[in-house]
């Protein structure tokens, strides 16, 4: 069980902004946490995408948590979130105290998140890459409906497509190089959906290369979203 009056810092996947991790943040802070939601640069409302690559995620992840001016920190990353957590934690020596990985991808040094999708995906991906004026990838709605949310109600779909920004090609293209990216030398937690069809490999062989097994919550790939009682749970719980 968390000690009353941890710092959670709260880092959103592809395509998503601090918005998606609000609701459980509202709960976090109903047990006393701190809690902040970070939005990485280029996937706020308007942010122009071009020209961000990963290294900015991490430096704005370690800003931020730096900013705050405490220590005890726990980071806690959704999707492709895992990437600028796993740099920023390393930075973060002595201040990060816990990592939480939320249906997230755990990097492997050198290999970039388009390096770790099946061939044919990131085939996929490069292309649209290539082909953005901006050098990113545009949300799109059956991508909430095959992948994120599948089987959730169309207007919550249609929402948190709406919500959704185009992502920086950079963050799919660029690699963490520190020899120790997945072992983040704090205690870790992955934290798996039951439902979640978005990940790029099985969750379980994530929370493998950080020697875990998956915690398993109900919900997609989305359930920050439509189980935030549950994911909450999780984080404090385990």
Not at 209 to 226: N, S
Request: aromatic share 6%; net charge negative.
């Amino acid at each position: 069980m968390s000690d009353s009056g941890s710092t959670y810092v709260l880092i959103p996947g592809a395509w998503h902004g601090g918005w998606s991790w609000r609701p459980v943040a509202e709960r976090l802070r109903a047990a006393g946490h701190r809690a902040v939601c970070l939005t990485l640069p280029g996937l706020g409302d308007g942010d122009d995408p071009s020209g961000i690559g990963l290294r900015d995620a991490v430096d704005h992840v370690v800003a931020e948590v730096e900013r705050l001016g405490v220590t005890g920190v726990t980071l806690v990353a959704h999707s492709w979130g895992g990437y600028p957590m796993a740099g920023a934690a390393h930075r973060l020596r002595g201040t990060v105290s816990k990592v939480v990985y939320y249906s997230a991808q755990v990097p492997l040094p050198g290999r970039s998140m388009l390096d770790d999708n099946p061939p044919q995906a990131a085939a996929w991906l490069r292309e649209l890459i290539e082909d953005s004026p901006t050098r990113s990838i545009p949300p799109t709605l059956e991508f909430v409906q095959g992948l994120f949310m599948q089987g959730v109600e169309q207007q919550t779909q249609r929402l948190v497509a709406e919500l959704l920004t185009p992502q920086p090609g950079g963050y799919f293209l660029d690699a963490l190089d520190d020899p120790g990216v997945s072992e983040p030398g704090v205690p870790a937690l992955y934290i798996l959906g039951q439902d979640d069809r978005a990940l790029p490999r099985p969750g379980a062989e994530f929370a493998a290369r950080l020697g875990l097994e998956p915690v398993m919550v109900p919900g997609t790939h989305e359930g920050m979203l439509t189980h935030p009682d549950e994911i909450t749970k999780a984080i404090l719980n385990n």
